[in-house]
């Protein structure tokens, strides 16, 4: 185990007799396991000692940073419990903990951690900002990159990443039509905009209109299929040039703080890849990733090219003549359309191709952390119908007294709740599978017709022709309805009594139960099982720093946790969510719940723990293509059964009121009309 050590460098710190080297008490808390070998984090907690200057290790840049122990590191502001990350060790698969060497070694590599990993302060975060990521879309329209954009944009602002998408379709529906864009040399600048107000022209909004035409020149946000002819040059320019504008945006977001920028478009040329390449060139510590997404599965390429045609492109057309434009517009892409591959190659970029949503994944030249957290996310994705239930156990022992923490089994109320919980389960469950059946044969229906008038649309490189016969219609048919609910069900419980207690009515031949250590509630140290006026009277200044910055703020004492600390313990969870095609019912606790419905609904962490969640809720989240659909349920003990409430007005954000002890002390409490996710009682 010793020779696997890795130390990151120190300086100045003290030592303290009978103690590490480190100068405090050693302690090994688990800050990131995504795989194995998985790294994990030494916390030391500091002390003072006699003929410190201040009482604290003496001078270390100043006397904030003298209470941590190292230069430039700045206080948490609770000189009671200074806490600081200083080593590092790499472990096989083990859970032993390392044992820190007397020496300082400097390590072969550097790494770049999550924000999380390294966050510090009320809001302050120490991040190794040196190292940026553009994430660089590639593909054929229908091809799912916006639905693999927004999951990815998800999971990384989970983590604690700055990150963002930069849409060029956006950007390009304001530009409007060739006519109003003039060339200048290699630079085409804008020469007029209508007003974004104006209606749809009765051309572009009637049934019979000719979706082959030259784009309206009374809709500037509309462009027709001719618009993305790879012969109209005039128009290619446009396409071109609006490209590279939303790239130079997404560099001066990378330039302002962001870490993880994404450039949302087609990007289907080498052409066009090549220029974005040639570009990068001049930024430093700035890395690129071409994410190809193909797709050879037509019932997947059908279905969103049904979707297509709700999209603003075609607003206040009819749906036929808007599906006929964007097939036009889709042949034309393919005319143009090169795979990443050689070409790229012989320029050593990473690349990542997904194929068939996550089926087949091709991986080239990865080699920064951050790339590599994209691919292990993207290796994990899948569109089989399911459903998320997450809930709170019932309600337990301590719940009834208010204390927090602690392994306390349930109440007379919580085992009727648990009761409850499986009988509404198993009702759902049967529901679900008809929704879903029902939901396939309707799609099925609608794109055999389609299919049987519309020829091949696809392109056969990536062997996806339409079918024109009718064997080829019956197979998409029984295809499509091969994609129902899956057998398996899975309840997944914490550790902890109280959860697997309000498991227990599950009938275990037809459930998979598991058990895991990662949902159990967030660990309060010296707090456990206290209630909160306990605390309030015992720990004054602990109780005041929670309420100002709950998601960094780590519970006192040895193991206690922060919002931050859940995030990277659950992050193995949201990756095999994302993995199972069926759907699960986790059993879980309030931090638990409000984290994975954080990540799920995207909420933003720093508002994920004011969320209120009380006993008794059952939050359903089902994955669809334009985001994840919420429904909410409601325990009713009277009727001892569940009542379906409007979801949008559960998830509220509470902020609650601290008495300070003077105006300065902390930055004044954000109100809840600053949220979007606050809601009106």
């Known amino acids: 185990m010793s020779e696997r050590l890795r130390r990151l460098p120190y300086e100045n710190l003290g030592t303290t007799e009978g103690s590490s080297p480190m100068g405090g008490v050693f302690f090994d808390t688990p ?47 609770r000189p009671e419990t200074a806490i600081g990350w200083v080593a590092i060790s790499l472990l096989a698969g083990s859970s032993q903990s390392a044992v820190a060497s007397s020496s300082p070694h400097t390590p072969e590599t550097t790494l770049t951690f999550p924000v999380a990993m390294l966050t510090i302060g009320h809001g302050e975060v120490r991040t190794d ?12 329209p229908a091809r799912g990159k916006s639905y693999i954009v927004k999951k990815l944009k998800r999971y990384l602002s989970w983590l604690g990443f700055q990150t963002k998408i930069f849409n ?13 864009y003039e060339t200048a040399g290699e630079d085409l600048q804008r020469v007029g905009r209508k007003d974004s107000g104006e209606a749809p022209c009765s051309g572009c909004s009637s049934p019979g209109a000719d979706a082959q035409t030259a784009e309206c020149a009374q809709c500037e946000t509309r462009h027709s299929s ?44 080498i052409e066009r890849r090549h220029a974005l390449i040639s570009r990068l060139k001049c930024e430093t510590d700035v ?121 306390a089994s349930l109440s007379a109320n919580g085992s009727k709740y648990a009761r409850a919980l499986a009988r509404f389960i198993d009702r759902r469950r049967l529901e679900f599978a008809v929704e879903v059946e029902e939901y396939n044969r309707l799609v099925a229906q609608t794109i055999c017709s389609t299919a049987s008038s519309t020829p091949g649309t696809c392109s056969e490189a990536e062997g996806a022709v339409s079918p024109d016969s009718a064997a080829d219609a019956l197979r998409l048919e029984q295809s499509l309805l091969r994609r129902r609910v899956q057998p398996g069900f899975e309840v997944w419980t914490s550790m902890l009594k109280r959860t697997m207690e309000t498991a227990e009515f599950f009938d275990a031949q037809r459930y998979r139960i598991k058990n895991i250590r990662s949902l159990n509630e ?43 600390d859940v995030v990277m313990r659950l ?27 954080a990540y799920l609904m995207d909420i933003p962490t720093t508002h994920m723990p004011s969320m209120e969640l009380p006993l008794g809720y059952i939050y359903a989240c089902e994955p669809r293509p334009f985001g994840n659909f919420l429904r909410v349920w409601r325990y009713d003990p009277l009727r001892d059964d569940f009542v379906e409430i409007d979801a949008p007005s559960t998830l509220k954000i509470r902020y609650p009121q601290v008495s300070l002890p003077t105006a300065t002390s902390a930055p004044p409490l954000p109100s809840p009309a600053e949220t979007a996710y606050s809601a009106k009682n």
């Open 31 to 77: 800050r990131f396991a995504n795989s194995v070998p998985f790294f994990r984090f030494q916390r030391f907690v500091g002390r003072s000692r006699a003929g410190d200057p201040g009482g604290e290790w003496g001078d270390a840049g100043g006397a904030q940073a003298s209470r941590w122990g190292c230069k430039g590191i700045p206080t948490l502001g």
């Open 129 to 140: 900002s040196d190292h940026k990521l553009v994430v660089v879309m590639v593909g054929l």
């Open 168 to 180: 060029v379709g956006d950007r390009r529906r304001l530009a409007g039509s060739a006519d109003e």
């Open 226 to 269: 001719a618009f993305f002819d790879p012969d109209n040059k005039k128009a290619r320019q446009i396409r071109e040039q609006v490209a590279l504008e939303v790239f130079e945006d997404l560099l001066r977001w990378l330039q302002a703080g962001g870490q993880i920028a994404i450039h949302d478009a087609t990007n289907s040329t």
């Open 287 to 407: 890395n690129l990733m071409f994410v190809e997404s193909i797709c050879t599965d037509r019932d997947i390429i059908n279905r969103n090219i049904k979707l297509k045609t709700h999209s603003p492109d075609y607003v206040g057309i009819d749906p036929e003549v808007a599906e006929a434009d964007f097939r036009a517009r889709l042949r034309n892409y393919e005319r143009a359309y090169r795979s990443v591959g050689a070409a790229e190659e012989k320029l050593d970029v990473q690349y990542c191709k997904i194929i068939d949503v996550g089926k087949k994944v091709i991986a080239y030249n990865i080699q920064g952390f951050l790339e590599s957290q994209v691919v292990f996310y993207l290796m994990n994705m899948n569109l089989e119908p399911r459903v998320i239930y997450i809930t709170r156990h019932g309600e337990s022992e301590d719940n009834a007294a208010g204390r927090i923490g602690g392994d």
């Open 522 to 564: 967030i660990y309060a140290g010296k707090c456990e099982g206290m209630t909160y006026q306990e605390i309030a009277q015992k720990f004054p200044d602990e109780f005041e720093a929670r309420q100002l910055d709950k998601f960094y703020y780590r519970y006192p004492g040895i193991g206690g946790e922060s919002y931050a």
């Open 571 to 597: 992050q193995q969870v949201i990756v095999e969510l994302e993995r199972i095609r069926h759907s699960v019912l986790l059993v879980t606790h309030r931090a638990m719940a409000r984290t994975l419905l």
